[in-house]
């Protein structure tokens, strides 16, 4: 399923999706004239597209129309407006990285591939994280022998890790098996967020909700004390369970920031997308509204879920451990028998089926599919490889009038027997789903940390030293230096509001970062324009240009630009390295 923004209809036209070559200040000098702007009532509709796989066996369905399919919102039945068929290619594309080395000014880009042209393409993301470290070793192993049976010209794969740290490209999208190879050689294994913690503690930490609720299965104890046999008395015995809880908060975060990341840098590429999780376990259970962190978290959480939908990202999470058991005769932390026994076991099996459901409900929510309880890692990465080359895209209206926020629940069936029928489980309809200026400032803070960049819009940008900002020759030794980006935005994802007054509006922000991470400039200007018929004909044809000075002193810095579409609701962003002598 994926929501189009800036798909909208208002009442006296349709949105136009448009380009054009003028710079930012002849664009408010052609605008139209500052007078008090006529009321428009708007009349929203939202696009919602639901990516559909049938398969018959190991082989896709081909062929259907619209009305061979059904498909429900909340229980109620939607009228689908269209279906597509889409066959993807392996052509080889790139994903966008930060440059590994210094450069000279020449342009760089954010998207090498046509957008016009779906494509197939799948990301391994080795997940260290969540991953015991000796399970790290063995889902290594695993991708490695799933590699050395690569064809080459084949599905098109990249290798990421995710780290404490976030998310690090290793190698980027590319059908040589040779180059997927020596990338993963390169990988080591790093120690987890509870590497060494006892298995009752991390039972305990899981059982333990926000603010120190205690939930056993998904049912929240409202007295732990008074209930009996309560879990509660492990949580005397075992007080460090809430700092394990703390540290699976943070790996919650890291988890979902990189997951937002991703799909920001995946959304450019046209069609849908597959990430193949190779995880030792992810024991939340995020779909529930009393388990997952509130505030931040679980705005954090929406917003991912949101992106990978927008982005047409399915996750397919494989649990490096295979086969998983909680042995009673395994280490109980100070257990020593009776009831107490009876119920540290029965918070393992709990941790473990939480962490099972979630890596599942993950994969539902997205269209993908879990792999667990099986030692054959290399054989369900080849099958979630081979998944979603061929594909249905359904789309229908999204009621206006019922934003109010909350999941969304999809179901799609197929009037024929004997196929299997695979789509996203839901959507979330978040405060920026009616608000797309909601979470603007989350989004460009994350977008400005990310490992690579975004490309819901099309950028270059090339750069230029400038004079020497010192007031005189005498203090020109380290002097900062003025560095002149200029920045192409192609026209063709742009959203002009036609029936607003052509109504254009865009943020640049601008930062440097030093070679220690810290920011050492940063700049910007937002847009929000009403074109003029002339001024919308030059932004079909040549793009928007942007042109912004940072003052640096001597040194090597990276600089990305990022470009936020207001009315979309679409990032863009394209980072050089940049030196000033």
Known sequence: MRVIHPIRMFANGLVLIASSGLAFTSLAAQSQPAAAPPVVFKSQTLLVQVPVIVRSGDAP????????????????????????????????????VRPPGSSASTQVKNLVFDPSEPRVATLLLLDTLNTPFLDQAYGRKELVKYLATHPSGGPVVGLAILSSKGIHVVQGLTSDPAALLAAMKRVSGKISTLEGTDVDTVAN?????????????????????SAPDSAIEGFIEHADAQVARFQLDQALETTLRSFLQLAWGLQGVPGRKSVIWATGSFPFRTTSENVLPGGRLGDLYEKTMQALTDAQVAVYPVDVRGLVVTSPDA????VR????????????????????????????????????????????????VADGSNYYILTYYLDSS???????????????????????????????????????RLELDYASISPFDATGLSLGMDWAIGPSSAPSSAQTAGAKKQVILNVKIAGRLLTVEAADGNHLNLDVAVFAQDKKANVAGTTGKTLDAHLQPASLAKLRDAG??????????????????????????????????????
């Open 402 to 440: 019922k934003l109010k926020p909350g999941y969304r629940k999809l179901k799609v069936k197929l009037n024929r027997d004997h196929v299997e029928v695979r789509a996203r489980s839901g959507f979330f309809v978040t405060k920026s789903t009616g608000d797309l200026n909601a979470s603007k």
């Open 337 to 384: 028998g009776g009831g107490r026994y009876a119920r540290q076991i029965g918070l393992r099996n709990n941790a473990l089926q939480s962490s099972l459901d979630t890596l599942r409900e993950f994969a539902e929510m997205t269209g993908g599919r879990a792999f667990f309880n099986t030692n054959d890692i290399a054989g369900s990465t080849a099958k979630a």
């Open 61 to 96: 369905v081909l062929g259907l129309k619209k009305d061979d399919f059904h498909l429900t919102e909340d229980g109620r039945d939607v009228t689908i407006a269209n279906v597509e068929e889409v066959v993807g290619t392996n052509k080889p594309l790139t994903l966008p």
């Open 205 to 225: 930490a899981v059982a333990q909700g926000p603010g120190g609720d205690l939930y056993l299965g998904n049912a929240l104890v409202a007295d732990p004390a």
């Open 544 to 581: 928007l240009k942007y042109s912004g000075e940072l003052e640096l002193a001597p040194g090597e810095y990276s600089v990305r630009v990022i470009v936020r579409d207001n009315l979309s609701g679409k990032l863009g962003s394209v980072t050089t390295l940049v030196t000033v002598p």
């Open 331 to 334: 280490s109980t932390a100070g």
